[in-house]
Structure formats: C-alpha cells, structure tokens
C-alpha cells in the first residue's frame, strides 16, 4: 500500500500579515495568507481568523483486567445549545504548558481530575479538532489504570472545574458511543480505538 501524502506542504502557503486580534482566556489572530492550487499558481492574498488555545493531551484511562474505563463528567459552556444539557462525559484532558511534555501532562490531568494513577500510557491518535478556524492539536494516549477515585467530585478550584469521576464498563462505554451518547470528538475517537484494537492492547499491557 502506498503512502497517503499531502498534495502540498508547509513551503506552499505564505503568511503575508499576522496580528493579534483578540488575547483573553484563549488569543484570536488574523491572517493574510495565499498558498498553491491543486490546477496550477496561487491563490489571491485572503484572510482568516485563527483560534488559538494551545495543544493538549487527552487520555482515556483503562483497566486490562477488569475492562473498566475512567471518564469524567463536567459543564461545558460550548455545548450550551437550546436544551441539551451542557454536561459531558469526557476522557480526561489539558492543555500543554511551554516547555511540558506530553506524558508529564497526562500523568498531571489524570491525577487532577480523576485521582487516576497509570503505569502506562500507549500514544493512539494525533489530529486536528477543527483545523478550519483553530491551532489546537491533540494527542490522544490510552492510559494503563492502576487506581481511580471513583465517584468523587474532582478539579482545581480557582479554575472553577467540577468534575464527577465516573468507571464504565468498556462493553457499556462502547454502547454509548454506538447510540449516540458520546458527543464530544476527543472521546469518541479514543473508544473508537479501543473497540478495534482493545483486545490487542489487553495482550500486550497483560504480559
């Protein structure tokens, strides 16, 4: 099977302006950009607005031998949409701080926000959540569960988190997310990956 690679690359686009437009909680900069056609030249010079939050580390916590998963559940202001409710069930999350690795960041969140303790932590999936209008990028890890504080209310106060700790079976989790019932991105990539390659990783992290 050949490589699937990109038409073009980082050389063919140029940033002719770049400002700030906008810095609170997250930044909002505008672009004037042109980059190459698929049929030949480039484009005219056009604007965008680009969101940025910085990257973050997302990891789904999972006990091998019970088959059991760690999410969490907290209001989201985004999800604020006539009458569904804001609440989430989410795997666990944060943002990259400068000069912060990856596994630093997961060991840090999951202990933050779920007293989770993980021995082992496998990378899954790196995207791009909505790459029309923001930076973000995200790294997905699966986390090999040692302990939880199941049922707790968990989160850093003066960031006004308040996050319920929940364990779901996987059988359960993977049902949710074949109804309908998980409806943020993050998470539902991470047990998409885990109802294809769960048996695999169970092996592997059983040995």
Known sequence: MSALLPTFGADDVETLESEQVFQGYFSLRRDTLRHRRFNGGWTAPFRREVFDRGDAVGVLPWDPVSDQVILIEQFRPGAMRGDNSPWMFELIAGIVEPN?????VA??????????????????????????????????????????DVGAVRGVADEFEDILVHTVSRTNAIAWLDANKIDNGHTLIALQWLARHGETLRQEWLK
């Open 107 to 148: 060991h840090r969140e999951a202990e933050e926000e779920a007293g989770c303790h993980l021995d082992r932590l496998r990378l899954i999936h790196t995207f791009y959540p909505s790459a029309g209008g923001c930076s973000e990028q995200i790294r997905l890890f699966m986390g090999r569960l040692v302990a939880a």
């Open 100 to 104: 912060e690795d990856d596994e630093t």
